[in-house]
């Protein structure tokens, strides 16, 4: 049995992980629009990533015997005015879920839950992962973003960008 609030912290990252989903379709919906469709791939295989991430949440509260709670999941509300900002956003995104997964882990610690944390290691590497990649896309962005020519090298290299399912033995 999973302690209460560890049991709440993990259900409630099910949502933030399915949110994160709807948040990147989004992105990915406004870079096809315009006409950037390398970025939106990217933003297309983070969709698929952060789905991912929460059925591993969701199956790891299961293999507990625990119920699953699933929260709502509101519409991200996301305007953008520039190529810059959903990127930053993205960024900013990032961060606040590693928080998350850290506050889980810090739960998990708290009450001695030593198979959560070990359930977590991954996500702390993963989520390590993301903010790096990001802050990559980020940096190449301010590089080479303000040139055109620059620009069409950047999404033609993000459309390379290959889905890898996660692979999390529970």
Same mark, same amino acid.
């Not at 119920?67 to 961060?95: M, Q, V, W, Y």
């Given at each position: 049995?999973?302690?209460?609030?560890?049991?709440?912290?993990?259900?409630?990252?099910?949502?933030?992980?399915?949110?994160?989903?709807?948040?990147?379709?989004?992105?990915?919906?406004?870079?096809?629009?315009?006409?950037?469709?390398?970025?939106?791939?990217?933003?297309?295989? !983070?969709?698929? =990533? #952060? +789905?991912?991430?929460?059925? %591993?949440?969701? /199956? *790891?509260?299961?293999?507990? $015997?625990?119920?699953?709670?699933?929260?709502?999941?509101?519409?991200?509300?996301?305007?953008?005015?520039?190529?810059?900002?959903?990127?930053?956003?993205?960024?900013?995104?990032?961060?606040?879920?590693?928080?998350?997964?850290?506050?889980?882990?810090?739960?998990?610690?708290?009450?001695?839950?030593?198979?959560?944390?070990?359930?977590?290691?991954?996500?702390?590497?993963? !989520?390590?992962? =993301? #903010? +790096?990649?990001?802050?990559? %896309?980020?940096? /190449? *962005?301010?590089?080479?973003? $303000?040139?055109?020519?620059?620009?069409?090298?950047?999404?033609?290299?993000?459309?390379?960008?290959?889905?890898?399912?996660?692979?999390?033995?529970?």
């Amino acid at each position: 049995m999973l302690e209460n609030n560890l049991l709440k912290l993990l259900n409630d990252q099910v949502t933030k992980e399915f949110y994160s989903a709807y948040f990147y379709l989004d992105i990915h919906n406004y870079f096809i629009s315009k006409g950037l469709d390398g970025f939106g791939n990217w933003f297309y295989i !983070q969709t698929q =990533e #952060e +789905k991912d991430h929460a059925m %591993l949440f969701l /199956k *790891y509260v299961e293999i507990n $015997s625990e119920d699953i709670t699933l929260g709502n999941i509101p519409a991200p509300s996301l305007n953008f005015s520039d190529i810059s900002t959903p990127l930053e956003t993205t960024l900013k995104h990032e961060r606040g879920i590693t928080a998350s997964i850290n506050k889980i882990y810090e739960a998990a610690f708290s009450v001695k839950d030593f198979r959560t944390m070990q359930f977590l290691d991954w996500f702390v590497k993963e !989520q390590g992962e =993301e #903010e +790096k990649n990001t802050e990559d %896309l980020v940096r /190449k *962005y301010e590089l080479f973003g $303000s040139d055109s020519k620059g620009l069409y090298l950047l999404d033609s290299e993000l459309k390379t960008r290959v889905y890898t399912p996660a692979t999390l033995v529970l």
